[in-house]
């Protein structure tokens, strides 16, 4: 109890927010390079009849899910509204509510598929944050499991949709809850 009472207020603050972060430095170039083809992918993957070519898992009324072909970790979710342009402070009310509800929805088959210990949820807002598509809102869904720090798939190709993107797709679109 005496330890917990140590330092000041905003150094017991800045330890207790720090967190293990993950490790993903095949996000680097993506992140840098993301959105230089001038298409948007979350526009491309919502315009698109096909599920599997842009991993869509869901399609919602005004928001979508589909997977990070980047991703932070395996199972690596995006939940986002089918309008471009669209940012966390500026979401019309039934947008926020559907993004809410998919992210649920998400964490649900995510449980039911991988089994994971804990989820990150969030947005990254600005380059700087971390976002890869500065101009298309989007909710991030991560799974996280004890010393996934250490975790680090090899995507060889990134043209070529790995077997196992795929695969996930499936289980998750399988997996959907049915509401
Ligand atoms: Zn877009």
């Not at 430095?25 to 390079?33: A, I, K, S």
């Not at 993004?99 to 449980?111: T, W």
Request: glycine residues 8%; aromatic residues 8%; negative net charge.
């Amino acid at each position: 109890m005496r330890a917990m009472l140590q330092g000041s207020p905003e150094r017991r603050a800045s330890s207790l927010l720090r967190v293990k972060r993950l490790w993903a430095p095949w996000r680097l170039e993506y992140v840098q390079h993301a959105d230089e083809g001038g298409e948007c992918i979350f526009c491309r993957a919502a315009a698109l009849p096909e599920d599997e070519p842009e991993l869509v898992v869901h399609r919602g009324e005004l928001a979508f899910v589909l997977l990070n072909k980047f991703p932070y970790a395996s199972g690596h979710l995006m939940v986002a509204p089918y309008r471009h342009g669209s940012a966390f402070d500026d979401l019309e009310d039934a947008e926020a509510l559907e993004v809410q509800r998919l992210s649920v929805a998400a964490i649900e088959a995510l449980r039911a598929i991988f089994a994971p210990e804990g989820f990150n949820v969030g947005w990254n807002i600005g380059r700087v944050a971390g976002a890869g598509i500065v101009d298309h809102g989007h909710l991030h869904v991560v799974p996280r499991w004890n010393g996934d720090t250490n975790f680090m798939p090899v995507l060889a190709d990134i043209k070529v949709i790995p077997e196992h993107l795929l695969e996930t797709r499936r289980k998750l679109a399988d997996a959907w809850p049915k509401r």
